[in-house]
């Protein structure tokens, strides 16, 4: 879908907020007419993977862009933590609603985001620790699953 899709904001989110492919475009310095938006849900709802397409934006500024708007929150000020899935460099971005979050991988110029639960590590989970405790942090198998899949 192209980004411009989604107009304006509302307070019910279900994968994607109705300003986020804005905040997101206004970010990475691009227009809405360059951000196209892919979305898939597991049959049980309890998955969720986005692609955003971000035509023209640098592939190493993806990530933070996304960071800087808040992720599909648009809290700003969440931590983000480094993590491996699948082999592959992924941060986590806490979306500050308790134990959930967006793992978020970049190939080319290309987001991808899986909606998932907090990586663990022993008995702190990120959004119950004032900060992330160091890792290794184990990713759900269903993140590394999704990240994996991706060529």
Known sequence: MNGSVFTGGGDMCILICGDEPYRYAKELGVGIEDITIAFAVSDSLGLGMIAYRARGAKTDGLIPARIAIGGYTGHGGLYDLAVTAAGRPVTYLDAGMGQSGEYLMTRHDVLFI?????????????GSCPSPPPGPWTVPAYVIDALGGVP
């Open 114 to 126: 899986v909606l998932g639960e907090a990586p663990s590590k022993g008995k702190c989970h990120p």
